[in-house]
């Protein structure tokens, strides 16, 4: 090989390479992503030494508030001006369209870890874009097939009024239709939201199995609250369709026992898990939500494709993503599709009665282990990437 070629082979940019965790640091995701997210890219950086390819690696973070308007300025001068190389975790899907469009300009890369839209595969689908930890269609077709099987076919839900809710709602309820069930109807919330009591009565009355929440955060946290204030949940079933370890937390077993849900990742799922997850407690003195372990998972196989690869330009580092397996300690058995979906195992969960908490943090029993063509949407053909 010539030294021409090697040099063009092992090509930095800038001669650094530059991670940009846009996440809500003060908002209603703060408490799943937010400074935990930050903390996970760097543990990914440590793990690979803070280097690749000889060249530094630089973690930096803002807060986009959740504000499509702000997290596109920000990423624009991240780009422009910081030399910022990828941009990852972007909770709420509408920063993350907003990021992606700007990052396809620039043929720059995005790593979404918490934001979950399937429109992100759909017509907006972009070529340096990968959605790394999960999205609403596999959320929904854990939570809402294992349901219905149980024979809880009627659905009514409480969804936030933006681009995730609705898109959570619309994958539950085509999974609820094509498992034999029915959706009586819907209440859309405004995000973020305080009072649910309104939305909670209307669903009550409506005489659903399922009262199915197609919200998160905050938001899920207290509508499961308040349903379990009214009464509600003694009758109905309460089936928050997006739940973080972080989530459960605030609410306490006692509220949120039995509930069924589906993550990607939880820390006492196997000594692999719990090994990086004591890791991550160590500094963020509490376990990872399955989005701050994505954007670990994402920030180390990023910088294993640019050492693969030779270069962190993005096209490069996109195919060479595309031809791994990836297998760590939060994703297994992924693989990268050309709409930018990262298919990979989910896990379907119910939350443990109090009693049978052996520990901190001990919340769930591991109901199945679910492969992601079982639970992952098929191509969209709207997507331009995906071949026809």
């Not at 399955?290 to 670990?296: D, F, R, T």
């Not at 050492?307 to 300690?329: C, E, F, R, W």
């Amino acid at each position: 090989m010539g030294i021409g070629t090697a040099a063009a082979q092992s090509r930095i940019s800038d001669d650094v390479v530059k991670i940009g965790v846009l996440t809500d640091l003060s908002g209603v995701y703060s408490d799943l992503a937010g400074n935990g997210s930050v903390i996970a890219a760097r543990l990914a950086v440590e793990e690979m030494g803070g280097k690749v390819l000889g060249k530094p690696v630089e973690v930096v973070s803002a807060d986009h508030q959740n504000k499509p308007d702000i997290a596109a300025n920000l990423a624009r001068s991240w780009y422009d001006q910081d030399k910022v190389d990828v941009i990852v975790d972007m909770p709420t899907s509408s920063t993350a369209l907003a990021v992606m469009e700007i990052a396809r300009q620039k043929n720059k890369m995005t790593l979404l870890s918490s934001a979950g839209a399937t429109a992100v595969l759909g017509e907006k689908c972009s070529p340096t874009n990968v959605q790394w930890t999960f999205n609403t269609y596999a959320l929904a077709a854990g939570t809402a097939r294992a349901l219905v099987k149980e024979g809880k076919k009627s659905w009514y839900f409480i969804t936030a009024d933006y681009t995730f809710g609705q898109s959570l709602e619309k994958d539950a309820s085509e999974v609820v239709l094509a498992n034999g069930g029915q959706v009586l109807g819907n209440s859309r919330h405004p995000f973020p939201g305080n009072d649910f009591s309104a939305f909670l009565l209307k669903a009550q009355s409506s005489k659903a199995d399922v009262i199915a929440l197609a919200n998160a955060g905050s938001d899920t946290i207290n509508a499961v609250k308040q349903a379990r204030e009214y009464g509600i949940s003694n009758k109905q079933t309460i089936a928050p369709l997006l739940t973080y370890l972080s989530d459960v937390h605030s609410m306490g077993l006692a509220k949120a026992q039995g509930m069924y849900l589906t993550e990607s990742f939880y820390w006492d799922q196997d000594d692999q898990a719990r090994a990086w997850s004591r890791k991550f407690f160590e500094k963020a003195k509490k376990m990872p939500t399955s989005a701050q372990a994505g954007v670990y998972s994402a920030v180390l196989n990023y910088l294993k494709a640019i050492q693969a690869a030779g270069t962190d330009n993005a096209p490069a580092v996109i195919a060479q993503l595309k031809s791994m397996t990836i297998n760590d300690a939060v994703i297994r058995n992924g693989k990268l599709r050309d709409d930018g979906a990262l298919v990979h195992d989910m896990l379907l969960l119910q939350v443990k009665k109090p009693a049978e908490s052996k520990q901190p943090w001990d919340y769930y029993h591991v109901k199945a282990v679910m492969q992601g063509k079982d639970v992952y949407p098929a191509p969209n053909p709207a997507c331009a990437l995906v071949r026809k």
